[in-house]
């Protein structure tokens, strides 16, 4: 019943740019942390962004100045805008909805693939 469905992803060139979508159902997101993160081959899932229900948002250190995370309350959606992307950043891309008040309690998505070629 509750869906986090991303989209957006695809095959982009290392310079290029790619925005990915988070929509969410079942939940209303402006009661979350929405968070995105990613998994690359081989690699440990790995916290990418997130945005609170006040909408604070932090980066990965790494990622700070390509990446913008976003949010519409309105439209029930995330965003991840990726700009200037490497063949690094190449990964399954996860939406994850987590419920502050409730530690431990969160939702996600099936992942979207970005491959980034050189």
């Known amino acids: 019943q509750v869906q986090l469905v991303e989209s957006g992803g695809g095959l982009v060139q290392a310079g290029g740019s790619l925005r990915l979508s988070c929509a969410a159902s079942?939940?209303?997101?402006?009661?979350?942390?929405m968070n995105w993160f990613r998994q690359a081959p081989g690699k440990q899932r790995e916290w990418v962004a997130w945005?609170?229900?006040?909408?604070?948002?932090k980066y990965l250190e790494s990622l700070e100045g390509r990446f913008t995370i976003s949010r519409d309350n309105a439209k029930n959606t995330v965003t991840l805008q990726m700009n200037s992307v490497k063949p690094e950043d190449t990964a399954v891309y996860y939406c994850?909805?987590?419920?502050?008040?409730?530690?431990?309690?969160?939702?996600w998505g099936q992942g979207t693939q970005v491959t980034v070629s050189s």
């Open positions: 994850n909805a987590d419920l502050q008040a409730v530690p431990g309690y969160e939702y």
């Open positions: 079942g939940i209303s997101i402006k009661d979350y942390v």
């Open positions: 945005t609170t229900s006040g909408n604070n948002i």
